[in-house]
């Protein structure tokens, strides 16, 4: 389909791009990577009058130290999330589940900002900076603020982003010393993940002390299996890795559609979860 007609403008500072976004109101959309919404734009499920492309901000992307945080702009390519060597060392687990993302095509011209702001629970990076604690800078007309991960994904495709606001950064508490794996399962023609689990884990003395756990898919917006971390803690075996792994869909609401349904969403929760925890906890 060809799209609908829209302005387009490009603006080259952030500034300028939320004085932008405050005259457009809700009539503007913001183009990153274009990877969520051309495909909108195509199909006419978006009908913005105006578009703001701000790939040419040279302040949103790169990634940077904060002291016992890690910084990523938003414009930062997947590609260049994986490659980077700080997020290897200090969000190996963004890493992981960057690098699982769509294709290589993909890859090279999505961005980490574009993927969180797009707000789809089958994404794979929602549920990954949900279960790293990560936090969201954005700034507006009326200055910048910061939105815990918990908070800035309310609803399928809908976030906490006010229609003047642009998302700068993604800032991630370093996660050295714990252990981490990302599973997902999907359909072999594509990457979208029918249900994905991002587990992050810290033993202490041979046993669990501590995990996260962020599932993908199962509901309208990235979810933390937070039964599961609770019994988590004190498993220094798979048996009891998998006794807590049999609570992870508690308190989800998977939806059903041509690939799966609520039952088998449940299942794979369940499964997914075993080995994601077992791989971040070395006992896979």
Known sequence: MIPPAF???RPSSVDEAVRVLADAGEDAKVLAGGQSLLPLLRLRLAFPELVVDVGRIP?????RE???TLVIGAMTTHHDVVRDPLVRRHAGLLAAATATVADPAVRHRGTLGGSLAHADPAG????VVLA??????AQGPRGRRTVPAAE???????????PDELLLEVRLPKADGWGFHYEKFHQSAQAYAIVGVAALVRRDNGRIAEARVGLTNMGSRPLRASATENALPGAGDPQAVAGAAESAAEGTQP???TS??????AHLARVLTRRAVLAAAGMG
């Open 132 to 137: 790293m604690d990560g936090e969201l800078v």
């Open 59 to 63: 302040e949103l992307r790169g990634v």
């Open 260 to 265: 799966a349904s609520p039952e088998y969403r």
């Open 7 to 9: 302005d387009y403008a």
């Open 66 to 68: 904060d002291g016992d």
């Open 124 to 127: 794979d990076l929602p549920a």
């Open 152 to 162: 800035f994904f309310v609803d399928y495709l809908q976030s906490a982003l006010e």
């Open 255 to 257: 939806s059903r559609d």
